[in-house]
């Protein structure tokens, strides 16, 4: 199957400093990429579909300004947590699909657990 | 926006029992898919349904998909160990977007 990494695959930071995450499509190009970001024994949330030479496009409630995204080429997406605060700590999750793939499925990466003090 | 309701939230089974999680979508669905979180893990596909009525099976998991494509559930029969995790459901949209379910958490008691 394809392969996406993610890293780091955890980082903690002090309140107020910002964190970037990278979401790479190892064997395979990602025009779209998504970020999601997972509490502790909950569901998987959308916050935002990267597009490749474009704005991403966030979802309801999340703020793109506090969470930006860059998709500057067709294997690589990066979030930036900026100025993190505690209640920001979580697993963020980004996917991606393959257009050569029978289904349309997404490709997980392993996940970057953060930890904001 | 589009809601995706699964139940139960958690089960825990005796190794040998079924388990059973269902999925229900305030629309109309253009495909479901069903993905596997191991504890500590990231999700994994199993399965995209995409014709009304459809069933699907892998050895010991049966997907289906109802008739009027806002229903789905996954059986498991004769659960084992390995099949502890979290199932999720996922209904497809445009562009790949995918809506979670919340996920049923699955125990299996050796």
């Known amino acids: 199957g394809a392969v996406v990494s993610q890293h780091p695959s955890w980082v903690i930071c002090k309140s107020g400093t910002s964190v970037k995450i990278e979401c790479r499509s190892l064997d395979f190009q990602a025009t779209t990429m998504f970020w999601y970001r997972q509490f502790p024994k909950q569901s998987l949330m959308l916050m935002a579909t990267s597009n490749e030479g474009s704005k991403a496009t966030y979802e309801q409630g999340v703020e793109k300004d506090k969470f930006l995204i860059n998709h500057a080429s067709l294997t690589l997406s990066t979030l930036t947590v900026t100025s993190a605060h505690p209640e920001d700590s979580s697993f963020y999750i980004c996917?991606?699909?393959?257009?050569?793939?029978?289904?349309?499925?997404?490709?997980f990466g392993p996940g970057t657990r953060l930890t904001v003090l | 926006g589009q809601q995706v309701m699964q139940i139960p939230q958690y089960q825990h089974v005796q190794e040998g029992e079924d388990f059973t999680t269902y999925c229900n979508s305030s629309?109309?669905?253009?495909?479901i898919q069903w993905y596997k979180q191991r504890p500590g893990g990231h999700p994994v596909f199993l399965i995209q349904l995409v014709k009304s009525g459809e069933v699907k099976k892998q050895k010991r998991l049966t997907f289906q998909f109802g008739e009027a494509k806002k229903n789905s559930s996954l059986h498991i029969t004769a659960t084992q160990t390995t099949d502890v995790g979290t199932y999720f459901c996922?209904?497809?949209?445009?562009?790949?977007?995918?809506?979670f379910g919340k996920g049923t958490l699955l125990t299996v008691n050796p």
């Open positions: 996922a209904g497809g949209g445009s562009n790949y977007k995918l809506t």
């Open positions: 996917s991606a699909p393959r257009a050569s793939s029978s289904y349309n499925e997404q490709f």
């Open positions: 629309t109309t669905l253009s495909n």
